[in-house]
């Protein structure tokens, strides 16, 4: 399972200085249950899109705060 974090350079920067993301709890993005009775197309590689494509604007939400 792909498990997809919003995150901003300073927060990757951070992972690579330290090996650690955080603090708990993080925000994930993946293929939930709940996903795929939202979702129309049952493809898997189309609901893993759907699930990188909310990571990617929960990361432009949090470069606006």
Known sequence: MR??????TTALRKLLDTGELGPAPLTA?????????????EELEQLEYAAM?????ASLRLLDT
């Open 29 to 41: 993005f993946a293929v939930t249950p709940g996903l795929r009775e939202w979702y129309l197309d």
């Open 3 to 8: 498990v997809y974090l919003p995150a901003t």
């Open 53 to 57: 494509s909310e990571a990617a604007r």
